[in-house]
């Protein structure tokens, strides 16, 4: 097959298999075939192309659709999917096929492709998380009444409910949620499709055509600037790294509360599995692989930076290897949310084991100094002498530490925002955000 550019000799048989990425391509095939149709109306516009022809690239087109897509991709010499469409267009409709790369650039199509596909996995992911935090929050609420030691340092702090764990977590997945909404919509501002391959095109076509058919707002206004970045793939992995970062906070959350000492959670056994050595096993190893696999996130967002880093303006070759890694992250990043909203649904917890770890850590200190606040003591001098009786209770020489299990746990109840009927109260109230912006 033809090359879309010419050159009298063959490529060398140790770069021709990296010069080609047809296959690393195929993914984005969905969105070149709503562009060539884009393109090709755009190109009947300014009358290059007849009505006739036009009408012929878009059954193509739609017959192209029909064929491949969600199948593997094809056993071809074609060094990219800009490549083997137009090779597709031209076996099917015959010279009109070779019109339809006129005033245009593989560093516009490919910039443009991967623009629609970030809009598109920004959507999705988005979705995602909107269903993990409708999750979480849905266990806030069931949670709300488990009283257990929010910590500190890793060290038992002050009393709360697993209920507020969990709406902490509802919180960070709707931020990320938000971050990719935010995005998705600045990343449908501009269509670079039009901007050639540096500086546009001297054939006058309408590229807000382009722009509305493809689902944008106006035409790119620098052709330099649109061929020359990637900045929607950061913005998506910078926000994929955020929410990474929450799952494997949430992860290292459940597999401390599942150690044996604590045994605060009933870890769902279908999310885990045994030894093959030691038959009193159950390893939490859905948290340990989300805490793992989230780690090739933080990766992604890091190699797209290096790949872009220092590059001089106009297109440069090195922005082909960007698009494997957008791709595999988000993929990689919607699965890890799909599993963990499932996870969250399944989750319980232990209400007697969570009890006994209510007296342990002295965990009533602040609520006793802030009674003492209350009383007329000056924070500083409450602070003081709650900290020596804590001391003094730990060493054995007086002093006490409230049983949080007997009459005073009510007091553990109306512990600032961390009190069941607030963490209810938020929850629902998120709830109902996240269900008025279902996708």
Not at 52 to 71: L, M, N, P, Y
Not at 391 to 404: C, L, M
């Amino acid at each position: 097959m033809k090359t879309l550019w010419k050159q009298g000799s063959e490529l060398h048989p140790t770069f021709a298999p990296i010069n080609g990425c047809l296959k690393e391509d195929w993914f984005l095939l969905p969105c070149e075939l709503k562009l060539q149709r884009a393109h090709a109306l755009t190109l009947r516009a300014a009358g290059i192309l007849t009505e006739a022809e036009c009408a012929s690239i878009i059954d193509a087109v739609e017959a192209i659709a029909r064929e491949f897509t969600g199948a593997c991709a094809p056993d071809s010499p074609a060094e990219d999917i800009h490549t083997w469409i137009e090779g597709q267009l031209h076996s099917r409709v015959g010279d009109a096929g070779k019109k339809i790369h006129t005033a245009r650039s593989r560093n516009d199509q490919v910039a443009t492709l991967l623009k629609m596909f970030v809009i598109d996995a920004g959507g999705r992911l988005g979705e995602r998380f909107r269903s993990l935090a409708v999750a979480c929050c849905a266990r806030a609420k069931a949670w709300s009444d488990l009283i257990f030691p929010l910590q500190t340092h890793c060290q038992f702090a002050a009393p709360g409910s697993v209920g507020f764990w969990s709406l902490r977590y509802a919180s960070a997945f709707d931020e990320v949620r938000r971050g990719f909404e935010r995005g998705v919509s600045s990343w449908r501002r501009a269509c670079p499709l039009g901007s050639g391959a540096v500086a546009g095109s001297s054939i006058p076509i309408d590229r807000a055509i382009q722009a509305k058919q493809l689902g944008f707002e106006e035409p790119s206004v620098n052709a330099l600037q649109a061929t020359s970045t990637r900045d929607e793939c950061l913005e998506l992995l910078g926000i994929a790294v955020r929410g990474a970062l929450h799952l494997q906070s949430l992860a290292t959350d459940v597999i401390a509360f599942s150690q044996t000492p604590f045994s605060w959670t009933r870890y769902p056994g279908a999310f885990g599995t045994g030894s093959s050595m030691m038959p009193n096993k159950m390893n939490p190893d859905a948290m340990e692989l989300l805490r793992g696999e989230c780690n090739a996130i933080l990766a992604a967002h890091g190699h797209a930076v290096m790949l872009l880093k220092g590059l001089p303006s106009g297109y440069n070759r090195d922005l082909q290897c960007i698009k494997p890694v957008v791709r595999d992250a988000a993929d990689k990043l919607e699965a890890l949310c799909e599993m963990t909203t499932e996870f969250v649904k399944a989750l319980d917890f232990e209400p007697d084991r969570l009890a006994q770890s209510m007296g342990m850590g002295a965990i009533d200190a602040t609520l006793r100094m802030e009674r003492k606040v209350l009383e007329g003591m000056p924070l500083r001098d409450a602070h003081h002498e709650v900290a020596e009786e804590v001391q003094h209770a730990a060493t054995g020489d007086g002093g006490r530490v409230e049983d949080a299990t007997g009459a005073d746990a009510t007091a553990y109840r109306t512990f600032g925002g961390a009190s069941p009927a607030q963490t209810r109260r938020i929850a629902e109230a998120l709830l109902v955000e996240l269900e008025q912006n279902q996708s």
